[in-house]
Each structure stands twice: as C-alpha cells, then as structure tokens.
C-alpha cells in the first residue's frame, strides 16, 4: 500500500501551522511576511498536496479493496488531524486588531481550517454520506472496478449495473415546500408530502440498491446520498402543518364562543330554543360529559361546568342554582326521566320507519 503521498499531505499541513502561528505575531514595526512564504503556502498548494493524496487513495482502494485497512492508512499517515487541536477563540479578532498582514493570515488560517476538516471527514467512519469521502470514493472506485469486469467479460456493460440513476428534482425539500406554499388547505399539502414520500420508496426500489455494512446498518446507495435528510425534513414539515391546523381550528372555535354571549345580551333572534325544563338539560349534559362525548380540541381535560356554560351560551339560557337542580334531580325515582323519553322516542322512530317501508311495498 502507497503512503507517500498521504504523508507528505500530513507534513504540509503540520508545517503550515507551525509557520502561521510562527508569522502571526508580528506586529506594526515587523517586516511583511516574505513572498516565498505566501508562493508556499498558497491555496493553490494545498490543493496540489490534497489531489495527490486522493489519486494515491484511490490507487490503494484498486490495489488492496479493503475499507477497515483503508481506515487505518489513513489513521495512521494523517496524525495532524488528530493532533491539532484547532486555533484558539478570538483568533479572527488578534489577526484584525494587530493590522499586520490581516488579509494574508486570515485566508491562511481559513485554508487550514478547511483541509483539516475535509481529513477529519476522511478519517471519520460518521461521515459516510457526504460527497467526498473515503466511503463514497471505495463505493466509486469498486463500482468502476465491477463494470470494467463486465466489460471485459461481455465486451459491453451487462444489463443496467453500470447506469448510475439522475437526481429526481421531485426529492429536494425546498422545492417541495414551495409546492405546498401554493396549496391553501393544510389537508391538500399533508396528501402532497404523503405522496412525496411514497414515491421515493418506489424510486427506491426501482433506481436504488440497499447496502447492509456492519458499521452503518442497511441504507439505500444514492437516495442516502442524493437525498439524505428529505424524509426527516418532511416529517418536521407535516408535524408543523398539523400543529399549524389545530391552532386555527381550536382559535376558530374560541371566536365562535365569544361571539354567542354577545348575541345574547344584544338580544339578537334564535331561531331555535330549547323547549324541554333546565333540569331536562342538565340531566342530558351531564351524560354526554359522562360518556365523554365532548372533548376539548387542545387535548387538555374538560370540566363538567365547562360543558354546561357551553351549552348555555349556545342556547342563549342562564341556568340558576345548577348544582342544586343537579342533586334533586339524582334524587327522584325516575332520576334519568327525560333520558329514557330519548330512548323512547328513538325506538319508536325506528318503529315508524319501518311500518313505512313495509308500506310502499306494493
């Protein structure tokens, strides 16, 4: 296995950072920082270093197939990664605040930051959904591997091995959300999301293939990469959209009854009264907040007075002395008087109905 090249990256860096920090400190009555030093150091260097380490990666990937070995390569050759500890905090305000060669050590210091961060992605087995990394280049340089075979084997590429499937723009979430900010109902976007989804299960199965690897678990190749947070960020989506809908049903249904006492008082006309006793009332609220038949659209619980003043706002009423009215009528023998009558009436409503389909029978 090749190590030259991803040492001499490890070296570059290293010596990168011991210059900055060696030409940092220079102040007004210093010397500029000497050209060779910027020729040195340029970005353009940096990137030389980085591609020979990717084309020697890649030859190791070819030579020897073998990601956990390919882990400890890397571990081993690109130290500085682990090493360095990172700049320390303000480092943006002692560069500007010394006025020396601010422009020059700033990209510099920014040049650091960024190599060291793409090896720390490289050395990380956490990082294997991102672009470039050493899991998408071993899947890369395997895939072109097995179709070489194939090639070799058929004189062509056998069947569709080789054909790797073109992003579906239909998977990126904000052109999704701007689709849904077009519908006005909330029920019209959850279905949209809901439909969403289920077509990058059947772009799955049809485009995709699943990978099992002991350190990751099974995931599907590209939708893993093409779209990797698209469901996590539909399901954040539909939960705000539902939550969206039960605050203006639940603010709805409050404007509702502010509005009845106010039609009470201005004496405005109902056009429907309640012509049974208060008692009568009671006795049938009472048993709908028993069976719980009513509940409050917040999720918190409802009180049975609650249930009661609802009803006498909706009915224009003003019941007096409701818990007395209460405990006589539990008192009587016939203590559930007018629920029975609604049973009653009831069956003989079902009774009549059927006498007048035995009627228009000819």
Known sequence: MQT??????????????????????????SKSISNEIKVQ??????????EAFLDELKAN?????????????????????KRWMGFEIGEKQRIISNKYEARFLMNFKETIENYIDKLHKFCSKDNFNNAISLRSIYEDEMRAILNN?????AGNIIENTSIVP????????????????????????????????ADLEQWELQNDEEIDEPDFGLYYHYSTRYYPNFRKLCEIEMNKIKRIDNIQKHSSNHKILEILPNTTQNHKHYDYKWNATETDLLELVTALFKKEAFVRRDGKAIKRIELINYFQELLGLEIKDVEGKLTRATGRNDNTAFLDGLTAAFKNYKVEKELRKKQLKP
């Open 41 to 50: 150091f340029h970005d353009v260097k940096f990137e030389k270093y980085f």
């Open 4 to 29: 030259e090249k991803a040492k001499a990256l490890n070296e570059f860096i290293f010596k990168a950072i011991d210059t900055y920090e060696t030409v940092k400190v220079g102040g007004p009555d």
């Open 149 to 153: 075979m194939l090639v070799e084997e």
């Open 166 to 197: 073109i992003k579906d723009d239909r998977f990126d979430f904000n052109k999704l959300k701007s689709e849904c900010s077009q519908l006005t109902k909330m029920s019209d976007k959850l279905a949209l999301i809901e439909e969403r989804l």
């Open 61 to 81: 990937v070819r030579d020897c197939q073998d990601i956990d070995l390919l882990y400890d390569y890397m571990v081993i050759c690109l130290t500085e990664e």
